[in-house]
């Protein structure tokens, strides 16, 4: 109990390497997403490491958001939503998903508009005709709104089952772009995944007390859901394919709804039929299935349901199925309510796309594999070749190869994608642990043979001062790259600062017990 008391640092590390190597190969850690009742990763069969773009293959997109700024506005105590739709009533062809209005901004109140239709000098003129004074409008969206596109993005991502995907921003001093990394799946998915903004609504379409044919819009919006299940195949009882959904019941949400499909008719007696897709002039009331202002779906309703609804019982168990007109509709309906829509529209066409094919993301895999060998192989025939003492040169070299393990397992852990910037940091932290370890064990050795562990522990802690202050110079050099968004170079100075921190902490402390036990008696 003594002697693993005394070398508590060794232990320390052969628990997290065990740890490490659990959680990079063990089954139960294995990150799966369902999609369609199948599992997928983007990692391999062997270990639990995900690979991004570089390694794995897949669609790197990178594109802004579209719309205006207007800055310091003059709303007083009024409702955002009422200024929302004061705004969107002055524009042509827009409305409120159109407008957004945030406080407490670093430019005081804001109004932005997102309509790619829109007009700076339109926008202005709505403003003014609104009565809403402001300071000035600019090309762009606030940092909440990006913030909240990011969220969303991930959202649809993660909901569509594409593991190992990431979502950032970035900027190249001319604005801001979003940048969207999915591995192992080909543009025209990614593109169809995210290009679209997800605004989902009901609408009932009826004829009103003068027998004209009108549309009355949202009825039902996406946050008025309180649940969306998984999008149904069609099936003998239910030809359509399908996302069963049930409605919020608090703030009369569903009281709302179910008075209004009484009122129009489309809980009529006996239910409605919907021909609104062959004769719309001469139809049923109909439910219509919106998605960005696209009606994808028209359906009536039947006898059962409608009944429930006559009578108010629906309203105390509010659940209904929403019916498309294809299986990949019903999907994206089920993704784009659960993920939300995004504050703006993503301008693809004023990006960049690129495309890495599966088979030269698996040769980078295997050149990445040759070149961390060869990094090792190098570094331990250098290390050979200063001590020519195997009990001083074999310790060094295991426990900096050591380092990159830890870190594989926290890649592991974190479901982080793996690419060619992050496989630069391990090769940097495995020659940088080295350099450490050298400094060490030059410190140590230097002023000849370690007489008593007392000693070695004046000299190993001249030497560690040293390293210590390095590992402070790194970290405060990465801490930029690691904070600011500036794509693969982040994942390059996140995973260079952890090495750093676990050489520090654990390693560098390990190898300084292996080493006094090694050179010392007492």
């Known amino acids: ?11 320390l590390l052969a628990v997290i390497l065990l740890v490490s190597l659990f959680v990079v190969f063990s089954p139960t850690m294995a990150p799966q997403t369902n999609v369609g009742g199948e599992n997928a990763t983007t990692g391999d069969r062997l270990t639990n490491l995900q690979y991004g773009l570089d390694l794995a293959g897949g669609t790197r997109i990178r594109a802004p958001l579209i719309g205006m700024t207007a800055e310091n506005v003059d709303i007083g105590n009024e409702s955002t939503t009422n200024v929302a739709a004061a705004v969107a009533n002055e524009l042509p062809d827009s409305d409120t998903t159109d407008v957004s209005v945030r406080r407490g901004t670093l430019n005081g109140p804001t109004v932005e508009v997102v309509d790619p239709d829109v007009s700076e000098s339109q926008f202005g003129d709505a403003l003014d005709a609104a009565g809403y004074s402001y300071e000035s409008i600019r090309d762009g969206l606030t940092q909440e709104t990006r913030d909240e596109a990011i969220n969303v993005i991930e959202g649809k991502v993660n909901q569509a089952g594409l593991s190992g995907a990431s979502v950032q921003q970035v900027t190249d001093g001319t604005g801001f772009f979003m940048l969207i990394e999915v591995p192992g799946q080909d543009r025209s998915n990614v593109i169809d995944l ?9 609408d009932i379409y009826h004829q009103n007390d003068a027998g004209e044919y009108v549309t009355e819009r949202a009825v039902l919006t996406q946050n008025d859901f309180a649940s969306i299940s998984n999008a149904r195949q069609p099936s003998s009882q ?36 919907c021909r609104y897709e062959e004769n719309p002039q001469n139809t049923d009331p109909c439910l219509q299935l919106v998605v960005d202002g696209e009606v994808i779906n028209s359906f009536g309703m039947n006898s059962d349901l409608a009944n429930s609804m006559r009578s108010g019982e629906w309203a105390q168990s509010p659940s209904f199925v929403l019916t498309t007109t294809s299986f990949e509709e019903a999907q994206e309906i089920a993704i784009n309510l659960r993920a939300g829509a995004l504050p703006a529209p993503l301008a693809i066409d004023q990006g960049t796309t690129s495309f890495v094919s599966p088979t030269q993301g698996e040769n980078f895999r295997t050149d990445s594999l040759i070149i961390g060998l060869l990094a090792i192989l190098t570094v331990s025939g250098v290390v050979f070749a200063r001590y020519r003492e195997p009990q001083v040169a074999l310790p060094m070299i295991l426990t900096a190869f ?13 479901g982080y994608p793996l690419d060619l910037s992050v496989i ?18 030059d410190g140590v050795m230097a002023e000849g043979d370690v007489s008593s562990r007392r000693v070695f522990s004046s000299r190993f802690k001249k030497a560690f001062w040293v390293i210590g202050v390095a590992a402070a110079t790194t970290i405060i050099a990465m801490s930029p790259l690691a904070v600011l968004s500036l794509g693969d170079l982040r994942g390059f100075a996140i995973f260079t600062i952890l090495g750093v921190l676990v050489g520090v902490f654990v390693t560098r402390p390990a190898y300084g017990d292996i080493l006094r036990n090694l050179l010392t008696e007492r």
Do not use: H
Not at 1 to 11: A, D, H, P, Y
Not at 424 to 441: C, E, K, M, P, R
């Open 424 to 441: 630069a940091s391990f090769i940097a932290v495995l020659g940088t642990g080295v350099d450490d370890l050298v400094i060490i064990a």
């Open 402 to 414: 050591s380092e990159v393990l830890i870190l594989l397992g926290f890649a592991a852990y974190l």
């Open 194 to 202: 995210i290009e679209q903004r997800g605004n989902v609504r009901i």
């Open 238 to 273: 239910n030809p359509n394919p399908r996302v069963p959904v049930s409605i919020r019941q608090d703030e009369g949400i569903a009281e709302e709804f179910q008075s209004a499909v009484v009122e129009t008719g489309v809980a009529q007696q006996g239910g409605a039929t």
């Open 1 to 11: 109990m003594e002697k693993l008391k005394s070398n508590w640092r060794l232990t």
